[in-house]
């Protein structure tokens, strides 16, 4: 079955950066869109970054200039460059993938970024 699987979250202090990695495995498809949500505790999630499979690329406002996302088709993986990082950036991230034609969405089992002040 379809797995995503993050990495790269941590403790962090405000100013700095961190790289997330999302590693697909089990399918045999390049997905429509491949993306990073947050979420903290008593909020919705919401989206953070997203990219296309042709690379077309859209950023929540409040990490637009900051986070990076960017994705190797050939090794089925997105990453989340994060710098400059704020304390209100702390959530768990989650990677998030959109499958071609039945646009089925799977999502990994997040990973925890902390940015101490």
């Known amino acids: 079955q379809v797995q995503l699987v993050e990495s790269g979250g941590g403790l962090v202090q405000a100013g700095g950066s961190l790289r997330l990695s999302c590693a697909a495995s089990g399918m045999n498809f390049r997905f429509k869109t491949m993306g990073w949500y947050r979420q903290t505790p008593g909020k919705q999630r919401e989206l953070v970054a997203v990219i296309t499979s042709g690379g077309t690329t859209n950023y929540a406002d409040s990490v637009k200039g900051r986070f990076t996302i960017s994705r190797e088709n050939a090794n089925y993986t997105a990453y989340l460059q994060m710098n400059n990082l704020e304390p209100e950036d702390t959530a768990v991230y989650y990677c998030?993938?959109?499958?071609?034609?039945?646009?089925?969405?799977?999502w990994g089992q997040g990973t925890q970024v902390t940015v101490s002040s």
């Open positions: 998030n993938a959109v499958a071609p034609i039945t646009n089925r969405v799977y």
